[in-house]
């Protein structure tokens, strides 16, 4: 417990945390209204016609955005530790160097699981202040499951952000592996020839973006489900599982080397 | 010259850039490895293709060139730069410029490299450069990685965060970019005018285009989109260096 | 009590740490002295279980570090002071800490009080000056009140009213019963303030002693003569196999006897020849060239199995003399 009340304070008691929440929940909501309001005017024009639809799912588009600040923080909340050493101060404060990270890997998935969950909430909530001929209202276990969704992935891709910052132990690696392979990796391997599209399923991003039904490679109305290899729920325990693999990982490096 | 030789050994006596030369380099041609051997008679490979994971290597450039800068703040060696050279104009043109060539070479080998990977591997697929527009696919990589590198090193600047630039940089080159052009019609209008659109339109534009990528009509040719790329860039490294003049190093 | 047993760390190749074993007692400061790069930090940092040793082991009271509970309560450390994010404010850097430990809140305000930082606790630890840091960084070894406390070159950089301030607080932690062992690159240094020592040289153990002893074994001592009848002193001197060399200075020429010598043995040799002295001196070598001398021969000083160098070079005796301090 008192590890874990140490690893509170230390978060909160720097800049960046509050700086990255702030970020997440803007960009989140703010991309979400721009891609509903867009979508919602072109539909009014031109009607069933066109290939977009408005929905629940339409107010989460910025989900995506959120997840990548996330990712950041939950990097940097390690790295900065190595950069100043004070990851040196904190293991001779606590040796037991798992209980170090998982005490980090708690308190950081659950502020990001909030984080997710107001960004979630307030885009669809905002959304439907914005948006009044649409019908909005969350009913069916899919919508719940888009909206509710946001923070349980934000809580795993914040783990995936900490194992991979605890490994490279170097902000800028950290930050730069992370964000290119979610954000161009995964694309750029689902659009290998032949193969791409049997792998992707498996690309952890995308497995988390379809569990939201949004992301790069969703949409609402998109006809995703179908030949994938899991169910809304399997996507999601296939990220989860991906993250957990990497931060033991990370945990067992992290007791190998020096602090 | 003693500008542009000072940054130079600033640059090469620190870890990071070869790092970054080494995965730009790796990383690009290891994909592009794995385009041509997965592709066939369903897929041909093309000049083009050759060049399709050309968008890694730029990547990290960015980063690289945004840690240039934002280092120097960081260890506070900036001080001591301007220290040495109170003339903030100066080196900021110079460190840029550097960064810029670096890229631009780097750029260069990445994508004949890559172009040469596609030739080995498919000795019989068409990957002659024949045409102009061949030769602005391959060459054109390296104006794209210096082009891009100055601007990273003005978001650098201006930022004086590793983080935060860099997370800035990336997720603007690759998610915001992408979702403002996919935007249901106003994407398609915007989307000439993203400065990182615009410069894979520079490379993609004519000729066969990789799987995946859709034509789209565009307001410019291909060196009028790298024209405005370049203007983009310009219009950065301006703001920067009157800022970096303005306030306290 | 920390008992260092075989202790060996090798980055790459090189040896920081290479076989060292040393026990550090209760009740003294205990001094960790060498030059540059000899390993002491790196020793500090396997005695606090940052750096895993590739060999030997360091317990503490019987214990491994991991085998603490709290260790914050036992075993208080400043390794650097700028171990510190520069974002957090002082309070908060050691209000983590205390929490970590299970330590109430107000240790940190009386740990602040205790060091004089109160006024600047809320201030960003990033923008204090070396001094303020260094006090930073003793107010977190001082959070969990331990009985152990390991400080590395904690006077770095310090004024001299922020280093008489240190050695007063080691001095008084050790009077307290506390084990204090601290580092230091400065034999000046540590025989101010340390009554054990323990001397590495090139990640070996050079000695383990008091401070006394190491300063009598450790430093040269020399005896100076004046005598009305010095030529004939000198004669017998050299002929006893006595080195030596003639010193002038305000009052007349001196000679000044070295190597393994008392100021007993040279009077009575005068008694014997019946020559008269006007002054009979010992003195001591520099403590630095001393300590130099030993540091910077570790190697060979270890293969040859001897006790401190013998009679040293005549350059060296030259040295001896123009930096030489008398006691
Ligand atoms: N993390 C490391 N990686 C590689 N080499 C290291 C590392 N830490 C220490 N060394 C090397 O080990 C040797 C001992 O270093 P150490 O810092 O322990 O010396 P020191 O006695 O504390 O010196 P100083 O008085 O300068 O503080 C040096 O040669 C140093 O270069
Ligand atoms: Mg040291």
């Not at chain 1, 004070?86 to 606590?94: E, G, L, S, Y």
């Not at chain 2, 490379?203 to 040719?221: C, D």
């Not at chain 3, 279980?49 to 075993?75: E, F, N, S």
């Not at chain 3, 403590?287 to 013998?310: H, I, K, N």
Request: hydrophobic share 50%.
């Amino acid at each position: 417990m008192s590890v874990l009340g140490a690893e509170r304070i230390k978060l909160f008691s720097t800049k960046s945390p509050w700086w990255s929440s702030l970020a997440t929940v803007v960009f989140v909501v703010g991309f979400g209204m721009i891609f509903l309001l867009t979508t919602a005017s072109l539909v009014r024009e031109d009607g069933p016609a066109v290939p977009f639809r408005v929905g629940v799912s339409t107010t989460q588009q910025g989900i995506f955005f959120g997840q990548m600040v996330i990712l950041v923080m939950a990097a940097l909340a390690i790295t900065t530790e190595y950069r100043f050493n004070t990851i040196k101060t904190t293991f001779q404060a606590i040796p037991g160097r798992t209980s170090v990270m998982l005490s980090k890997a708690l308190i950081i998935g659950l502020l990001a699981a909030v984080l997710g969950e107001i960004a979630a909430f307030a885009s669809w909530g905002l959304g439907r202040l914005l948006v009044t001929d649409f019908d909005l209202t969350i009913r069916t276990a899919d919508q719940w499951r888009q909206v509710a969704g946001a923070g349980l992935v934000f809580a795993i891709t914040a783990i995936i952000g900490l194992a991979v910052g605890a490994l490279t132990r170097h902000t800028a690696g950290a930050v730069t592996a992370l964000l290119v392979w979610a954000m161009l990796g995964e694309q750029l391997i689902g659009a290998i020839p032949r193969v791409g599209d049997k792998i992707q399923p498996w690309l952890p991003f995308n497995a988390g973006g379809h569990f939201l039904g949004v992301g790069p490679n969703q949409n609402e109305g998109a006809q995703t489900g179908t030949d994938l290899p899991y169910n809304a729920w399997g996507a999601v325990a296939y990220f989860a599982g991906v993250a957990v693999v990497l931060f033991l990982v990370a945990v067992l490096v992290v007791n190998r080397r020096d602090a | 010259m003693t500008l542009l030789a000072v940054e130079r050994i600033k640059l090469f006596s620190t870890r990071s850039p070869w790092w970054c030369m080494l995965a730009a380099l790796a990383v690009t041609c290891g994909f592009t490895a794995l385009i041509t051997g997965t592709s066939g008679d369903d897929y041909p490979v093309s000049v083009q293709t050759t060049q399709f994971a050309s968008n890694f290597g730029l990547m990290v450039i960015l980063v690289m060139a945004a840690l240039a800068v934002t280092t120097e703040y960081r260890f506070g060696t900036i001080r001591a730069t301007f220290q040495a050279v109170p003339n903030r104009t100066a080196v900021l043109l110079a460190k840029t410029g550097v960064v810029a060539l670096l890229a631009g070479v780097v750029g260069e080998v990445v994508a004949f490299a890559s172009w040469g990977i596609g030739k080995v591997m498919r000795p019989s697929a068409d990957l002659a450069l024949n045409s102009a527009a061949d030769w602005r696919h391959v060459a054109g990589v390296g104006l794209v990685f210096a082009v891009g590198a100055v601007l990273a090193v003005a978001v650098g600047t201006l930022v004086r965060h590793t983080a935060g630039a860099v997370t800035l940089l990336l997720v603007w080159a690759l998610l915001v970019e992408t979702l403002l052009s996919a935007l249901p019609t106003v994407g398609e209008k915007i989307q000439p005018w993203l400065p990182f659109n615009a410069a894979s339109n520079f490379m993609l534009m004519g000729g066969t285009p990789p799987p995946g990528a859709s034509v789209v009509s565009q307001p410019y040719g291909p060196w009028g989109a790298l024209a405005y790329f370049t203007g983009v860039a310009a219009a950065g490294l301006v703001i920067t260096i009157v800022v970096a003049n303005r306030r306290d190093a | 009590m920390i008992e260092a047993v075989g202790l060996t760390k090798r980055y790459g190749r090189t040896v920081a740490v290479d076989n060292l074993s040393f026990t550090v007692k209760p009740g003294r400061v205990t001094g960790f002295l060498g030059p540059n790069g000899a390993g002491k930090s790196t020793t500090m940092r396997m005695i606090l279980g940052l750096d895993r040793p590739d060999a030997g082991q360091v317990r503490i009271d019987g214990k491994t570090y991991h085998q603490l509970d709290r260790p914050l309560r036992t075993v208080g450390a400043l390794l650097d002071a700028k171990w510190v994010h520069p974002n957090r404010s002082a309070r908060a850097h050691l209000r983590w800490l205390a929490r970590s430990n299970g330590l109430p809140n107000r240790r940190v305000g009386e740990v602040l009080e205790l060091v004089g930082l109160t006024s600047v606790a809320d201030r960003r630890a990033g923008g204090f000056s070396l001094g303020m840091s260094q006090r930073l960084g003793i107010a977190a070894a001082l959070l969990g009140d331990p009985q152990i406390l390991l400080f590395d070159e904690p006077v770095n950089g310090l004024d001299p009213e922020g280093i008489h301030w240190i050695r007063q607080l080691m001095k008084r932690l050790a009077a307290e019963g506390r084990t204090v062992f601290v580092s230091s690159h400065l034999l000046s240094e540590m025989a101010q303030t340390a009554q054990d020592l323990v001397v590495v040289g090139r990640g070996r153990l050079i000695a383990q002693c008091t401070t006394a002893e190491f300063v009598d074994t450790a430093s040269e001592t020399s005896v100076r003569v004046r005598s009305p009848q010095l030529d004939r002193l000198r004669e017998v001197l050299l002929r006893k196999g006595y080195a030596l060399h003639v010193e002038p200075g305000v009052d007349g020429n001196a000679l000044v006897v070295t190597g393994s010598v008392t100021s007993e043995q040279v009077g009575e040799i005068a008694a014997e020849q019946d020559v008269v002295l006007h002054e009979l001196s010992v003195r001591r070598g520099s403590l630095e060239e001393a300590f130099m001398r030993l540091t910077g021969d570790s190697v060979e000083y270890r293969t040859d199995g001897q006790g401190p160098a013998g009679p040293a070079a005549a350059g060296s005796e030259d040295l001896m003399v123009a930096g030489g301090v008398n006691r």
